[in-house]
């Protein structure tokens, strides 16, 4: 059993930053892929970036390239997102994701868990 949890959302204005955790418990994400997905009012739930935990890649969706960066700290088990220049297009649910798998899927149907969100707001 694997039990993700999220913080560190919040508001914050345009250009402004936030980082947010994902604490892991139940087994270590030393052997997990770990990931960020959020989901707008409406929308579908959409990959943000990803690390691995084979050599500590990382993979982003384009519309956060340069901006956010993914991290792991294996010891702790936690996983950080780190969102600098947010913008109001930002706002969304955020959720972490883990799976046991070897390559980093961008489609959420394929990772085995979830957290429960933690909202993000981006204000003009």
């Known amino acids: 059993h694997v039990q993700l949890v999220e913080s560190g959302g919040g508001l914050v204005q345009a250009g402004g930053s936030l980082r947010l955790s994902c604490a892991a418990s139940?087994?270590?994400?030393?052997?997990?892929?770990m990931g960020w997905f959020r989901q707008a009012p409406g929308k579908e739930r959409e990959f943000v970036a990803a690390i691995n935990w084979s050599d500590d890649s990382t993979s982003y969706t384009d519309s956060v390239k340069g901006r956010f960066t993914i991290s792991r700290e294996n010891a702790e088990n936690t996983v950080y997102l780190r969102m600098n220049s947010l913008k109001p297009e930002d706002t969304a649910v955020y959720y972490c994701?883990?799976?046991?798998?070897?390559?980093?899927?961008?489609?959420?149907?394929?990772?085995?868990?979830w957290g429960q969100g933690t909202q993000v707001t981006v204000s003009s």
């Open positions: 139940g087994r270590t994400v030393s052997r997990l892929i």
């Open positions: 994701a883990a799976d046991p798998g070897f390559f980093i899927v961008t489609r959420a149907t394929s990772w085995s868990y």
